[in-house]
Nanobody, 124 residues
Framework: QVQLVESGGGSVQAGGSLRLSCAAS????????RGWFRQAPGKEREFVAA????????YYADCAKGRFTISRDNAKKTVYLQMNSLKPEDTAVYYC?????????????????WGQGTQVTVSS
């Protein structure tokens, strides 16, 4: 069984930064693609960013391009999401997910394991 645990969420003013982390534990003897998604109240879960198993390829939603950076440290089994220039519309619960393939995906249904989520609140 694989567990994903997110951390690093919190409250920040518009223009600020946060760095989310997603640590994997359990049966993770191989590395796989990971993704970050978010869900705001009353809205559907949406794709934010993804990264391939090696970290060579990254994918970003339009809302994240130029402001967010996804990265990974396979030795630590951890994926990061650096979020800069945060806006109130970035307020959501952010989820980390793992896909049992090496390439990332923009679609939530392609991911097999999910974390519990971490709240990000951006005030104006």
């Amino acid at each position: 069984q694989v567990q994903l645990v997110e951390s690093g969420g919190g409250s920040v003013q518009a223009g600020g930064s946060l760095r989310l982390s997603c640590a994997a534990s359990g049966r993770t003897f191989r590395t796989y693609a990971r993704g970050w998604f978010r869900q705001a109240p009353g809205k559907e879960r949406e794709f934010v960013a993804a990264i391939s198993s090696t970290g060579d390829t990254t994918y970003y939603a339009d809302c994240a391009k130029g402001r967010f950076t996804i990265s990974r440290d396979n030795a630590k089994k951890t994926v990061y999401l650096q979020m800069n220039s945060l806006k109130p519309e970035d307020t959501a619960v952010y989820y980390c997910a793992r896909r049992s393939l090496s390439s990332g995906s923009l679609y939530a249904n392609d991911y097999d394991y999910w974390g519990q989520g971490t709240q990000v609140t951006v005030s104006s």
